[in-house]
C-alpha cells in the first residue's frame, strides 16, 4: 500500500505533485517535505531537488513560489520538459549551462545577486514578465534564446515586460535572441555605478560579437515601449543586414534623459516613435519609408490618418527629427523631415474642413497652395514652372486684351482666331511677351502700357503672383546652395 501513495504537495496551478513517497513519510515526497512549510530550498537541498526534477509526473516541473538560497543549478536543468519558476525567489544562485524548455519566470520572480551563464532557453516562450533582478554583474551572460514554434505560423517571444533591474552595467552580455518577438516594454533598467548600457545588435550566430544584446534576423518584433532607462541605448544593423525590417515599438520613451541614443545603419522603414522624444538622437546612416522621394516615420499613413491626435502627435514628431538633423548639420534630411511636418499639417485641415465648404476649403488653403507651387519650400523648379507658366498666360491675355509697348502703337487682336497666321502675329505675340516680362520685373508703365479695365486688373494679379512666386523661389534655391 504505501508503495502507491504519493505526494499531495498543492502546486500554483492547483495540481498536486503526485510523486511517489517512502513509507517513513507520510504526505510528501522527499523534496516538499524539505521545504514545507516554509517553501525554502537551502543549497543542502540541492540533492533532493535534483531527484525531484528527474522524476517525471505530471509532463513540466512546478517550482513556483519557492524561496531559493545559494543554490547552484548547474547542469542541473538539462530536461525537455516546461520549467515553471513563478513567484519564485532566488538569493545568491547561479544557473550554470541550464537548459530551459518553455521557461516561465513571470509572477514578480525576483533575482537577489543571482545569475546565468552559458543557459540555453528553448521552445515556444520565455518569459521573464514582472521580474525583478538586483546583481554586481550582467545577470545573462553567454545565454542562447533559441525559441522555435511547431511550424512557421507560430508566435514565439523571450518577454521581459515590465521587468525591474539595477545591475552593474547591463541587464545581458554577449547574449544570443532567436525568436518572433523580443518584448521589453515596461522594463525599468538601472545601473548601479553607472548609467548602464543597452546593446541590440542585428547579426548572424556565427558573427556573434561581445556585446550587451544580440538580436538574430528572425527577431520580427522589438518592443521596448514605456521603457525606463537612463544609460546608453544603441541599436546596430551590419551593412549586409540592412534589408532587414523588424518592426521597433519604441513609443512613449524619454530618449532626451538617456545618456545617448544612436542608431547606427538601422533599418527604421517600420519603426514607431510616438509618444517618445527624439531631439537628441542619433541616427547614422539610417534606412527610412519614402513617400515622393522624401523619408516618413513608420507610423505616417497619409491621408489614412483619420485621428486628429495620431496626426498632431505625427507633427510633433518631426519637428523634432528636422531641428535634430539642423542640428547635426544634415540639411537635407531636415529638408526631408520639414516636407512631413508640413504635409501632416495639411493632414489637419484636411481632417478640420469636412463640412459644407470642406472640399472647397481644404483645394484652396494657404497650406495646400504652398504645398502646390514649392512643396513647402523644397522645390526650386515648382515656382521656376509656375513663374514661366505665369509669364506665357499673361503675355496671351494681354495679346487679346490690348498693351501698347515703348509707347508705340496699341496692339489688341480680337478673341476670335484669325483667319491664317501671319509674321505679324508672331511679332505682336513676342512683344506682348515682352510686355509681360516687364510687369513681372515692375516696369510697367515704364517699358509697357494697357488699355482697358481687363489688361490693368490682369497687370495687378501678375505683379501679385510674382512677388509670392519669386520669394519662394529663392528660398527654395537658398536651402539647396545650403546644403
Not at 514554434?149 to 541587464?171: I, P, W, Y
Request: hydrophobic content about 40%; some cysteine.
Amino acid at each position: 500500500m504505501s508503495s502507491a501513495r504519493t505526494c499531495s504537495f498543492k502546486l500554483r496551478n492547483g495540481t498536486f505533485c503526485g510523486r511517489p513517497i517512502t513509507a517513513k513519510q507520510r504526505i510528501f515526497c522527499d523534496f516538499h517535505v524539505r521545504i514545507h512549510p516554509q517553501k525554502v530550498c537551502r543549497k543542502e537541498d540541492q540533492p533532493f531537488l535534483k531527484e525531484y526534477v528527474k522524476t517525471d509526473v505530471q509532463g513540466f516541473v512546478d517550482l513556483s513560489q519557492i524561496e531559493f538560497r545559494n543554490v547552484e543549478f548547474d547542469d542541473l536543468l538539462t530536461d525537455s520538459r516546461p520549467i515553471l519558476f513563478d513567484a519564485s525567489r532566488f538569493d545568491k544562485c547561479s544557473f550554470y549551462k541550464c537548459t530551459f524548455k518553455d521557461a516561465s519566470f513571470a509572477s514578480h520572480c525576483r533575482f537577489d545577486s543571482t545569475t546565468f551563464r552559458g543557459c540555453t532557453f528553448k521552445g515556444g516562450k520565455c518569459d521573464f514578465s514582472d521580474a525583478a533582478f538586483l546583481s554586481d554583474d550582467a545577470p545573462f551572460e553567454d545565454c542562447t534564446f533559441l525559441l522555435e514554434g511547431t511550424d512557421q505560423l507560430d508566435l514565439t517571444e523571450v518577454s521581459f515586460r515590465n521587468a525591474r533591474a539595477v545591475v552593474e552595467t547591463s541587464l545581458f552580455k554577449d547574449c544570443y535572441v532567436r525568436a518572433t518577438r523580443f518584448a521589453a516594454d515596461g522594463l525599468h533598467l538601472q545601473g548601479r555605478s553607472s548609467p548602464g548600457a543597452l546593446d541590440l545588435v542585428v547579426c548572424e550566430a556565427h558573427d556573434r560579437l561581445p556585446c550587451r544584446m544580440i538580436c538574430l534576423d528572425t527577431v520580427e518584433q522589438i518592443i521596448l515601449t514605456e521603457m525606463v532607462f537612463s544609460g546608453t541605448l544603441t541599436y546596430r544593423q551590419p551593412s549586409r543586414w540592412k534589408d532587414f525590417k523588424p518592426v521597433l515599438h519604441l513609443m512613449n520613451i524619454n530618449f532626451d534623459s538617456m545618456v545617448s541614443v544612436r542608431f547606427f545603419a538601422a533599418n527604421l522603414q517600420s519603426c514607431h516613435f510616438q509618444g517618445s522624444s527624439i531631439s537628441n538622437t542619433e541616427f547614422q546612416n539610417c534606412q527610412w519609408q519614402r513617400e515622393g522621394g522624401f523619408r516618413k516615420l513608420g507610423g505616417d499613413r497619409g491621408a489614412v490618418n483619420s485621428n486628429e491626435s495620431e496626426v498632431q502627435e505625427l507633427v510633433r514628431l518631426y519637428v523634432q527629427l528636422k531641428k535634430n538633423f539642423e542640428s547635426k548639420g544634415d540639411h537635407i534630411g531636415a529638408g526631408d523631415w520639414h516636407y512631413r511636418e508640413m504635409e501632416s499639417r495639411r493632414q489637419l485641415v484636411l481632417a478640420r474642413h469636412k463640412g459644407r465648404f470642406g472640399r472647397l476649403r481644404r483645394a484652396f488653403s494657404l497650406i495646400g497652395l504652398y504645398r502646390c507651387v514649392s512643396r513647402y519650400g523644397e522645390s526650386y523648379h515648382r515656382p521656376l514652372c509656375w513663374l514661366a507658366a505665369v509669364w506665357f498666360v499673361f503675355s496671351i491675355f494681354y495679346f487679346f486684351t490690348g498693351f501698347s509697348l515703348g509707347g508705340g502703337e496699341i496692339i489688341n487682336y480680337d478673341w476670335c482666331p484669325a483667319c491664317g497666321l501671319s509674321v505679324s502675329h508672331v511679332a505682336h505675340f513676342f512683344d506682348a511677351m515682352l510686355g509681360s516680362l516687364s510687369v513681372m520685373a515692375l516696369q510697367a508703365g515704364k517699358t509697357v502700357e494697357f488699355t482697358g479695365f481687363w489688361s490693368i486688373l490682369a497687370s495687378v494679379i501678375q505683379l501679385v503672383l510674382t512677388a509670392v512666386l519669386v520669394p519662394l523661389f529663392l528660398l527654395a534655391v537658398r536651402r539647396k546652395f545650403r546644403r
